[in-house]
């Protein structure tokens, strides 16, 4: 028999600041927090379904553009935007059943959720951000993309009412709009970080010829020259669509010029009978290049089907994986990647996968398939909503409580909004495995507060 056992966790105070937390407990009881102070729980003996809203009424795209809101009493009303039709409606659909186990598990009657369909399209989250304005929505959850985050913005902007959007893209943020994403960002500068400090640096990097490939350069010669001259190698592109990675890794590895350099080693070697000599060709029996690559790691922001091409490659063109170490991202929360020999040992930086596991055991039972990865960022979401909401007065989503500068603790750990819209989280160093993931630099558990 199942026994959850899960809570909102009230302010409390730790080593003179104060930390907005939340978590789900079960599978998180190792915890040690001092001055914890936990509101009631709700302990059903058996799982199950969390209530399931009303279908959402149709959006009208003949809504004003400017929603006069109602005066509400009662719970805070709280929007939750997400495409509930079209290519992303399973997503959507998780998202939503995230939020509702948050509110579940939480027991919190302090809000009410207003789902509401965005069709996936810029219009359709303009159409629906309107809806639930004019509905008396005192917080906006969601939408899931930047093109959908930017329609909304502007009806939330002219209501005054914040909006944590789902998407990663930093430029979506400011005035009112929080970007709740992981972003690359954040993982690149990590990673980065902890490469430097481990000194297997010059840092080449291998990436898509993408904006997401930009961004990633972008913050690695940014990273780099903060952190110390000569930290950044070489940088390769390749198309994003192309099946054939071979000249690109080829280029990188410098293949072609060692190459050379070994043909004219033996030719050296060739012409002498001394036994050193001799033993010194010898050696060179089987070999395919000679010589130094000129860094020490690859960064490779790549995850699935692609890095796991990418990876054999590295070696078939001497990048050697145990001189040369593997970087990557969050997208390396692969247990699949175990099971390929170049990326065991591969470093990548991500929300520590056991404060998630709770989350996705919890999920699993009450909905009976698996959680994506991006329904925590739904469940942190609206658990931070219900947190907000229930204070000694009225609910608080305003700038000052968002951007607290202790932060908050979720199922992908701490976090905090700076005052720009941009996130700030801790996040893990992981290590690759043969039998799974395992943590070799904890994520941190506090921020630094004050000057």
């Not at 998407?167 to 929080?178: H, K, L, M, P, Q």
Request: negative net charge.
């Amino acid at each position: 028999m199942i026994q959850p056992a899960f809570a909102l966790m009230s302010r409390f105070s730790f080593a003179g600041t104060s930390l907005l937390a939340f978590m789900v407990l079960a599978g998180c009881q190792d915890l040690n927090l001092p001055n914890l102070r936990t509101l009631p729980q709700a302990t059903p003996t058996q799982p199950q379904r969390p209530p399931v809203a009303a279908p959402p009424p149709a959006v009208s795209a003949q809504l004003p553009s400017v929603p006069v809101r109602p005066a509400v009493e009662g719970p805070a009303r709280v929007a939750f935007l997400v495409p509930l039709s079209g290519a992303a409606a399973a997503l959507g659909q998780a998202m939503l059943d995230a939020a509702h186990l948050a509110l579940f598990d939480l027991g919190n009657d302090a809000i009410v959720l207003i789902p509401r369909d965005t069709q996936g399209t810029p219009e359709g989250a303009a159409a629906a951000a309107r809806a639930v304005l004019a509905e008396g929505a005192e917080l906006i959850v969601g939408p899931l993309t930047s093109a959908e985050a930017t329609a909304v913005a502007g009806p939330a902007r002219l209501a005054q009412v914040n909006v944590l959007a789902f998407s990663s893209d930093r430029s979506i943020a400011g005035n009112g709009v929080f970007a709740l994403g992981i972003t690359p960002q954040a993982q690149v500068e990590r990673i980065v970080a902890y490469a430097q400090n481990r000194g297997v640096a010059p840092i080449a990097a291998l990436v898509p010829d993408s904006v997401y490939g930009n961004t990633v350069v972008d913050t690695l010669r940014q990273t780099a020259s903060r952190l110390a001259p000569g930290l950044l190698g070489p940088v390769e592109r390749y198309d994003s669509v192309d099946s054939n990675l071979s000249p690109v890794v080829r280029r990188l590895a410098n293949y072609e010029s060692r190459r050379a350099e070994l043909a004219a080693l033996r030719r050296t070697l060739e012409g002498t009978t001394d036994p050193a000599t001799r033993e010194a060709l010898r050696q060179l029996d089987g070999a395919a290049t000679i010589g130094e690559v000129g860094f020490k790691s690859i960064l490779l922001p790549e995850g699935g089907d692609r890095l796991l091409s990418i990876a054999p490659l590295l070696a078939f063109y001497d990048i050697d994986p145990a001189r040369v170490k593997l970087l990557g991202t969050s997208q390396w929360d692969d247990p699949r990647l175990g099971r390929e020999p170049a990326l065991v040992g591969g470093w990548f930086a991500a929300p520590a996968a056991n404060a998630r596991a709770g989350f996705e055991r919890r999920f699993k039972e009450v909905f009976e398939r698996d959680a994506p990865r991006l329904a925590t960022l739904a469940y942190d979401a609206v658990a931070l909503a219900a947190l907000l909401a229930r204070t000694d007065e009225s609910p608080d989503f305003s700038m000052s409580a968002l951007t607290d500068p202790s932060g908050f603790a979720g199922v992908d750990g701490i976090f905090r909004f700076r005052l720009d819209g941009t996130i700030e989280r801790g996040l893990a160093v992981m290590e690759i495995r043969r039998e799974g993931m395992r943590i070799i630099d904890p994520a941190p558990e506090t921020f630094v507060v004050g000057p």
